[in-house]
């Protein structure tokens, strides 16, 4: 894989890491388009420029991140579902990355999802609206939901933000909770991957890293403000829609 490549996919992991479109369906796309094997490598490289996006987050999200005990509280309840089935299933999670048709099918089903929640979904003036407002009951509900995610293809933030949707939660409470989520969720899973993997580094190898890495935190701040901005005055099928249209292409190019 060259610093270019490297690059390229960088740019499509910021931009689709908080859209509810699966980021790992994308790169696993951009990947084969570009010719780059999932070798154990490059599997754990898509992990790793992942980390950048999360931090797109965490720098975004400083202030309340830093100051608000009861948030962490939450996300890590929040966490516990999918740090304990990824660890006991790391194994079958991860042979599901060979299987083009597992993310074909999910991106469809998921856009499916979307257009089917948002044809009944209305706002309510009873929805939580604050991130405060959330119970620790429905944070680990939120948490079962993002273990899905671990099937390539869900999209984590997709199937959180259906979580939350159906827990009661208006649109940004949804997304924001989605996205201050993936911080322990990423942290865990990018250490967890790197313990496992590193031994396949070479010098070369972590120059792809750093500028995957930088690349997926610059344009990850730039989908995030984009996002929360469009969910005000739209709705998700949008996504919908776009998830169903990737996912057929995945058919037409692996299938």
Same mark, same amino acid.
């Given at each position: 894989m060259t610093v270019f490549e490297s690059f390229i996919l960088g740019v499509i992991e910021g931009l689709t890491e908080f859209l509810p479109i699966s980021s790992t369906g994308h790169l696993i796309l951009a990947s084969h388009l570009m010719g780059i094997p999932q070798s154990d490598v490059h599997k754990t490289f898509e992990v790793v420029i992942q980390l950048g996006s999360i931090l797109a987050v965490v720098f975004l999200y400083r202030n309340r991140l830093f100051k608000d005990i009861e948030l962490w509280k939450k996300l890590i309840v929040a966490f516990i579902p999918t740090g304990f089935l990824g660890f006991v299933f790391y194994k079958t999670i991860k042979s599901f990355f060979d299987s083009p048709s597992t993310v074909a099918f999910m991106l469809i089903a998921g856009g499916v999802v979307f257009i089917l929640i948002e044809m009944f979904y209305k706002e309510k003036e009873h929805q939580i609206r604050d991130l405060e407002d959330i119970s620790y009951i429905k944070a680990f509900?939120? +948490?079962?939901?993002? &273990?899905? /995610?671990? =099937?390539? +293809?869900?999209?984590? &933030?997709? /199937?959180? =933000?259906? +979580?939350?949707?159906?827990?009661?939660?208006?649109?940004?409470?949804?997304?924001?909770?989605?996205?201050?989520?993936?911080?322990?969720?990423?942290f865990v899973a990018t250490a967890y991957d790197l313990m496992k993997n590193y031994h396949h580094f070479e010098t070369e190898n972590w120059l792809n890293l750093g500028v995957g890495f930088i690349t997926a935190f610059l344009f990850a701040v730039i989908a995030?403000?984009?996002?929360?901005?469009?969910?005000?005055?739209?709705?998700?099928?949008p996504f919908g829609i776009y998830r169903i249209v990737v996912g057929i292409v995945f058919f037409l190019f692996f299938l």
């Open positions: 509900f939120i +948490g079962v939901f993002q &273990s899905i /995610a671990m =099937i390539p +293809g869900t999209s984590r &933030s997709g /199937a959180t =933000i259906i +979580g939350g949707l159906l827990l009661g939660f208006d649109r940004k409470t949804a997304a924001e909770f989605s996205f201050l989520l993936a911080v322990p969720t990423m995030i403000k984009f996002f929360l901005r469009f969910i005000k005055t739209h709705t998700f099928i």
